[in-house]
């Protein structure tokens, strides 16, 4: 093939409708459990988080809620997959192999919001959010409306069991309560009704059996059938650790903060030092995205161990 701009530009042109197409179609499943937040800048502060906002009694004047003194920045990523063309495969016509390369990375930059999300619960045992504490944490400290502070659990270290109606009311049935009897600073309750139960493939039996059979391992009937739905997640890298979310409200336990969605790249002058030097045309995707935690209200998560 004879190389000009036009020849290369076509070329490109077509690896890119590769990546578009692939971007397309890869599975994904974050949106389910995470929020997407769009960034302008290079961080995005949560500090709104510190309150969860809901609508009360207007009797007198207004109840103007501050934002605490809490501080909760979340710092934007550069993210990129980079493929190399030889340009020689493009003079004897062999880029039959970048094809599949292209749709790869298409494939690839979609998933990243899974990848970032995935991280944040892989971590969210060790990990900070919006009041200091680990996103799953035994002392969130919440403060009532005559300022007295107690600490509020969302984490658990029990396994996730459907062997009895025992084991399964100290371990699904646990963190469903967690969520249901949690209050606002005015003693209200949230009102939250957990919905998804995420479990690594290792828990995938026994969490479909919770929520899909009417009857427990020991053939008692089964009193949690039909409260969740079951979502496996292959990228959890514990094979114990469990958790029960909030997903049916208009924000989400955990944040997907996009400052520039997944795009194709190139590199296509011929005239470039690297197609000069090495002989090498470049093409990929780049973005810039972060991941955080949201209100740790809406999840409950347990170790397992």
């Known amino acids: 093939m004879l190389i000009n701009k036009s020849a290369i530009a076509s070329i490109f042109i077509g690896l890119k409708t590769l990546f578009d197409k692939a971007f397309q179609d890869a599975p994904s499943q974050w949106e389910q459990t995470a929020m997407r937040v769009p960034s302008t800048a290079s961080q995005n502060d949560y500090n709104w988080l510190s309150n969860f906002p809901r609508m009360r009694k207007w009797i007198g004047e207004k109840v103007i809620k501050s934002l605490s003194a809490f501080k909760y920045s979340v710092v934007n990523n550069d993210f990129e997959v980079t493929v190399e063309v030889d340009r020689n495969d493009i003079e004897d016509d062999q880029l039959g192999i970048y094809g599949s390369h292209a749709q790869m990375a298409g494939f690839s930059a979609r998933q990243l919001p899974d990848e970032i999300v995935a991280d944040l619960k892989n971590n969210a045992f060790a990990s900070p959010c919006y009041d200091g504490q680990n996103f799953y944490d035994t002392d969130h400290p919440v403060t009532d409306s005559d300022n007295v502070t107690t600490s509020v659990?969302?984490?658990?270290?029990?396994?996730?069991?459907?062997?009895?109606?025992?084991?399964?009311?100290?371990?699904?049935?646990?963190?469903?309560?967690?969520?249901?009897?949690?209050?606002?600073?005015?003693?209200?309750?949230?009102?939250?009704?957990?919905?998804?139960?995420?479990?690594?493939?290792?828990?995938?039996?026994?969490?479909?059996?919770?929520?899909?059979?009417?009857?427990?391992?020991?053939?008692?009937?089964?009193?949690?059938?039909?409260?969740?739905?079951?979502?496996?997640?292959?990228?959890l890298t514990s094979a114990t650790a469990w958790f029960l979310h909030v997903t049916n409200m208009p924000v989400k336990p955990f944040i997907y903060q996009e400052r520039k969605a997944p795009v194709f790249v190139s590199q296509t002058d011929p005239e470039a030092d690297d197609v000069f030097l090495r002989k090498s045309f470049k093409y990929g995707a780049e973005a810039r995205a972060a991941g955080g935690y949201g209100f740790w209200q809406m999840s409950v998560g347990s170790t397992g161990a």
């Open 153 to 235: 659990s969302n984490k658990l270290t029990v396994a996730l069991s459907a062997a009895t109606q025992a084991s399964a009311a100290a371990s699904f049935g646990a963190a469903r309560l967690f969520i249901l009897s949690f209050k606002d600073e005015e003693g209200r309750p949230l009102n939250l009704m957990p919905d998804v139960l995420e479990v690594p493939p290792a828990l995938e039996t026994t969490a479909n059996m919770l929520m899909l059979s009417d009857k427990l391992v020991d053939d008692t009937p089964n009193p949690y059938k039909g409260m969740a739905r079951v979502l496996v997640n292959p990228r």
